[in-house]
C-alpha cells in the first residue's frame, strides 16, 4: 500500500476513536518510546530495496498480490490491541468478526452451516483438513495428483498416513482414470482436489470424481488456497464454471484469503460442509475458555495462538469488497483473468513461444521454442534474467516431459523435464497494463531470442 498523507489521516481519525473507548483508564507515559524510531525504520526501509517489487503490476513471478488498504489500517489498528483469537478473553471482538467473515466465505461456497475458521495459512488449513478426514476415515488412504501443492505428501506423511499420487493429463488436471485404478485396488479414505494448482493453475475434474464418489465413498478436500474465489468469476471456461459449481458438494475446503483475498500473511481459512466434525477437536485445555459457554475458535482450531488482527483486516476488508457476483472483488478477478488470456493469446502467435496449458484461471505457463529440452530451459532462464533487468519479473516452472511433450515443439528429449516461464496474473491492474508488458516483452524476446 502507498501509505500517503490521505490514508494515513484515515488511520490517524481511527486510532483516536480506538483509543477514546479506553479513556477511563489511567493515561501509562513512556517517554522512550519514540527513541530510535526514526533511524531505525530508515534502515528497514533500505533493506526492504532487497526485494522483488512484488506490490507493482510489472511483478509477475510468483503468487503474490498485494493487500488492499483497507486491509493494511485495519490490521494496524487491530495492532492497537493485538488481540489473540484462540479464546474469546483473548479477542471478543475481533473472533466475533472472525465467525463473520468465515461465514460469508461459507456462504459464498454456498454453505449455510459450514464449520470453519482462519488459520496461518494454506499449509496448516490443509494439514487440518487431512487430520480431521482421518479421523473420520479410519486412516484410510489420501489420494491427490501429481500437479496438487506438496504440502499435501508433506502432511499425510506428518499425520502417518499413506498418500497416492495421481497422474495428471496435458491440461495439468487430475486423470480420473488414473484415480479410478488406484479406487480399484486401494481403500481410498480422501481425494484432494485442487481448484487452482499453485504452479498452471489448473482446475481438477471435480466433477467426475463426485461421480467416482458414488461409486467408491470416499471424502472430498478441495484445495483450493489460491483459486477459491474464482467462484465468483463469470468469465472462466465452461469446465472450470462446472467444477466451482461444484464446490459446495465437497467435505472439506481450503481457501486463502491471503492469495487472492487482498490480505497480508497469515490469513488461511479452512472450512467443513458437517459442523459435527467440532468432536474432532475435542480438549479439556485447563488453561483457556473460562468467560462463557459460547464457541471459543481455539475449540475448533489445530493452532492455538493466532494473530486477531487477521480476522478484522479480512473483516475490513469484505465490508469494502463483499463476496457477490458482478462485484468489485469479482470484477477484480475477472480482470486479471482477461490480462492472463491477453498473455496467453500473444503467446499463442508467437514466433519464439509456446503456451504449456490453456489457463483455467489466471496463471498462464509458456516453453520456448527450439529443438531440444535443454536448450529450451536454459533460454527460459535467459529470459527470466533478461525480464528482470528490465523490470518485468516472471517465474521459472520445471515441468515433467509428459505434461508438457503434446504442446510442445521441442524435437529433441534430452533431458526429462523442460524449464518454462510462468506468469501470475493476479492483480485486476494487470489488465489495464498487459498491452504495455507485451510490448516490453515483445522487445526483450527478440533481443534476447531473435
Ligand atoms: C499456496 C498454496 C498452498 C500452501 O498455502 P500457504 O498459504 O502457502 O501455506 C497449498 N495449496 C495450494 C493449491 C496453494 O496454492
Request: proline letters at 4%; aromatic letters at 8%.
Amino acid at each position: 500500500m502507498n501509505l500517503d498523507n490521505e490514508t494515513l489521516e484515515i488511520l490517524k481519525r481511527a486510532a483516536a476513536t480506538w483509543k477514546s473507548g479506553f479513556d477511563s483508564l489511567p493515561e501509562v507515559e513512556d517517554s522512550s518510546n519514540h527513541k530510535n524510531l526514526d533511524p531505525i525504520l530508515q534502515r528497514v526501509a533500505i533493506k526492504l530495496h532487497n526485494n522483488y517489487p512484488y506490490q507493482h503490476p510489472m511483478y509477475l513471478g510468483q503468487m503474490m498480490k498485494p493487500p488492499h488498504p483497507i486491509a493494511h489500517l485495519a490490521y494496524t489498528l487491530a495492532m492497537s490491541t493485538n488481540p489473540n483469537n484462540h479464546a474469546l478473553d483473548g479477542g471478543r471482538a475481533s473472533s466475533e468478526m472472525e465467525k463473520d467473515a468465515v461465514q460469508q466465505i461459507a456462504e459464498m461456497i454456498g454453505w449455510k452451516n459450514g464449520l470453519g475458521h482462519l488459520c496461518g495459512g494454506g499449509t496448516v488449513a490443509n494439514l487440518e483438513a487431512l487430520w480431521v478426514s482421518r479421523e473420520l476415515t479410519e486412516n484410510r488412504l489420501i489420494a491427490v495428483s501429481d500437479q496438487a501443492h506438496y504440502t499435501h505428501s508433506r502432511c499425510a506423511s506428518l499425520l502417518g498416513m499413506d498418500c497416492r499420487i495421481i497422474e495428471s493429463d496435458t491440461h495439468g488436471r487430475m486423470r480420473t482414470a488414473a484415480l479410478q485404478e488406484v479406487l480399484d485396488k486401494n481403500s481410498v479414505g480422501t481425494v484432494v482436489v485442487t481448484l487452482g494448482t499453485t504452479g498452471l493453475g489448473a482446475v481438477d475434474p471435480l466433477e467426475e470424481i463426485l461421480a467416482l464418489q458414488e461409486q467408491y465413498q470416499f471424502r472430498i478436500h478441495i484445495d483450493s488456497a489460491y483459486g477459491g474465489y474464482f467462484k465468483l468469476a463469470e468469465n472462466l471456461s465452461e469446465y472450470a464454471t462446472r467444477q466451482y459449481e461444484l464446490m459446495n458438494r465437497a467435505d472439506s475446503i481450503v481457501i486463502d484469503p491471503h492469495k487472492h483475498g487482498l490480505q497480508p500473511y497469515g490469513c488461511g481459512c479452512v472450512l467443513f460442509k458437517d459442523p459435527a466434525v467440532a468432536r474432532v477437536y475435542k480438549h479439556d485445555s485447563p488453561y483457556t475458555y473460562f468467560t462463557s459457554d459460547q464457541l471459543h475458535l481455539g475449540e475448533i482450531s489445530l493452532e492455538c495462538s493466532r494473530a486477531g488482527a487477521s480476522a478484522v483486516a479480512l473483516w475490513a476488508t469484505l465490508q469494502r469488497f463483499p463476496l457477490e457476483p458482478h462485484g468489485e472483488f469479482s470484477t477484480g478477478l475477472e480482470s486479471a483473468r482477461s490480462a492472463a488470456i491477453q498473455l496467453y493469446e500473444w503467446l499463442n502467435q508467437s514466433e519464439f513461444y509456446t503456451p504449456v496449458v490453456t489457463p483455467d484461471l489466471d496463471i498462464v505457463v509458456w516453453s520456448v521454442r527450439t529443438e531440444s529440452a535443454s536448450e529450451s530451459s536454459g533460454k527460459a532462464r535467459e529470459i527470466f534474467e533478461a525480464a528482470a533487468e528490465a523490470n518485468l519479473h516472471f517465474a521459472l516452472v520445471t515441468l515433467p516431459r509428459k505434461l508438457v511433450e503434446e504442446n510442445s515443439d521441442i524435437q529433441n528429449w534430452d533431458q526429462s523435464e523442460l524449464t518454462c516461464l510462468r506468469a501470475c496474473v493476479m492483480k485486476p491492474e494487470h489488465q489495464g497494463w498487459m498491452p504495455r508488458i507485451l510490448e516490453l516483452f515483445s522487445h526483450i524476446s527478440r533481443t534476447t531470442l531473435g
